[in-house]
């Protein structure tokens, strides 16, 4: 049973063949010596010419694995309403099903009071809450919904309505203004059943 080899075509060939002569002749055109039997050379006298030939590049020196891993970064957590932007360091729980607690402290931009901050990242009961030094609560108001939204270890929430002095049985309360609130959980505790 006869057997089809492969060939190249003859046009590859030639050209091939062409590129490895002319190769060859660079090659012995810059090793050839002139009339005086001296090299010619752009190197300017008293310098050294570099080598031609490739040489593979030095592997450098093996590197020591560390020997304590650095961990996750802090987790971090940003509320802003109005104007006024607050910046937490957070703790984040892990409660199963998707749900996390948070609680953070920072510091109030304005006053520069101890701020700290509760976040439930519910389905069914979301809240946020800053609580302020001077006894302030900052919360969403119950006019408007509260959507917390929790995705690859982000929670956000935008067009929050914040009050103060908000009155549970009638509702009533005092505007503070509209926020949004951005929580990075590098890491988790679990919940504990205490």
Do not use: K
């Amino acid at each position: 049973m006869p057997t089809r080899g492969f060939r190249a075509p003859s046009r590859l060939l030639q050209g091939l063949s062409a590129v490895w002569v002319l190769a060859v002749v660079a090659a012995g055109s810059a090793c050839a010596s002139t009339d005086d039997g001296v090299q010619d050379s752009a190197v300017p006298a008293g310098e050294t010419a570099a080598a031609t030939t490739a040489e593979a590049p030095a592997e450098p020196p093996p590197t020591e694995a560390p020997t304590t891993s650095a961990g996750p970064p802090p987790s971090e957590g940003t509320v802003e309403i109005g104007d006024a932007s607050y910046e937490f360091a957070v703790s984040c729980e892990e409660r199963g099903a998707g749900e996390v607690i948070v609680v953070g402290e920072g510091q109030d931009p304005v006053s520069g009071g101890e701020v700290r901050l509760y976040v439930q990242a519910f389905l069914g009961d979301p809240y946020i809450g800053l609580y302020l030094e001077d006894g302030t609560l900052f919360e969403p108001s119950l006019e408007g919904s509260l959507d917390l939204y929790v995705q690859d270890d982000v929670i956000r929430a935008s067009a929050i309505r914040f009050v103060r002095d908000l009155d549970l049985e009638t509702g009533t309360a005092t505007e503070v203004g509209f926020g949004e609130l951005e929580i990075h959980c590098y890491e988790y505790s679990r919940e504990t059943n205490a």
